[in-house]
């Protein structure tokens, strides 16, 4: 099968930081990758460079064939890569049904949304508000972020990812901040309604939640990818649990 994502020689440099040092990754259509490895090891950078926010200084990031490295952020979610950010970027002043209705946009162009006529403005009304009642959000619809709960907020900023209809999802710490049942919660929540179908890269430091999402698991250290396979022989390779998890059992 043709890899969905392709990722060669990755480089990405911060001043003397080298965030990512020659990234080697690919991913097959549908499949779901745990990305993890210790703070500052380039995993929020990958997905920067992924999502176009930073430009690499070396490398090629193929989507479907396509080389993307160093297009815009725009262009990128066109082609159907969306991403969530390690803090929670919701617009807080506008409503859940404005936050959802800013997504679909961030994706569509000036001119697609001018000639929207109203039939098309009511479809995306009834689509949008489906997409609410997916998550139990449908009540809160003219509600700001603000009144949500953690679990709510996030459920919100995965409802705006899919409103955006990604072939690719980039979660960066979904479970941040949650406790357990939280984590396991959401866990739930991204099983059920953003893989199927899509290709899903996941960071996160709480291993549950990679354990109960992902096969496979990447690791980055250093900005080098260290290991990379099924999920339980990279977490018990020894390099994996020096490196990481200071040689404790996960
Ligand atoms: N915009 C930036 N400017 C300068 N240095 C940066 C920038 N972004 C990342 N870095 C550096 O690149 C390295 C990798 O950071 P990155 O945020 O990718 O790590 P991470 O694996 O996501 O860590 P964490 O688990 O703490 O989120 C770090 O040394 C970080 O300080
Ligand atoms: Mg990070």
């Known amino acids: 099968m043709a890899a969905a994502l392709e990722i060669s020689g990755l480089t990405r440099r911060f001043g003397g930081v080298t965030a990512l040092a020659g990234v080697d990754l690919s991913l097959l259509p549908g499949e779901v990758l745990g990305l993890i490895g210790p703070n500052g090891s380039g995993k929020t950078s990958l997905f920067n460079v992924l999502s176009g926010h930073y430009a690499p200084d070396a490398g090629a990031v193929r989507l479907d064939g396509r080389d993307i490295a160093g297009w815009a952020p725009r262009r990128i979610a066109r082609a159907g890569v969306t991403r969530s950010f390690q803090n929670l970027r919701l617009l807080k002043r506008l409503s859940l049904y404005e936050n959802l209705r800013a997504a679909t946009h961030s994706a569509a162009s000036g001119r ?66 949650m406790t357990p049942a939280e984590t396991a919660r959401i866990s739930r929540i991204i099983a059920e309604h953003v893989l199927p179908g899509r290709s899903v890269i996941v960071i996160e430091h709480k291993m549950p939640l990679i354990t109960a999402l992902c096969r496979r698991i990447a690791v980055l250290q250093a900005g080098v990818k260290i290991a990379d396979g099924p999920a339980r022989a990279v977490l018990d390779d020894p390099l994996v649990r020096q490196s990481y998890f200071g040689s404790r059992p996960c």
């Open 112 to 177: 697609e949304l001018f000639w929207q006529s109203r039939a098309a403005k009511r479809r995306e009304r009834s689509q949008l508000m489906d997409l609410l009642a997916l998550f139990g959000l449908e009540d809160k619809a003219d509600d700001a972020p603000g009144a949500l709960t953690l679990v709510e907020m996030r459920q919100l900023e995965i409802a705006r990812l899919l409103a955006a209809r990604p072939r690719l999802v980039l979660l960066d710490e979904p479970a941040a901040g």
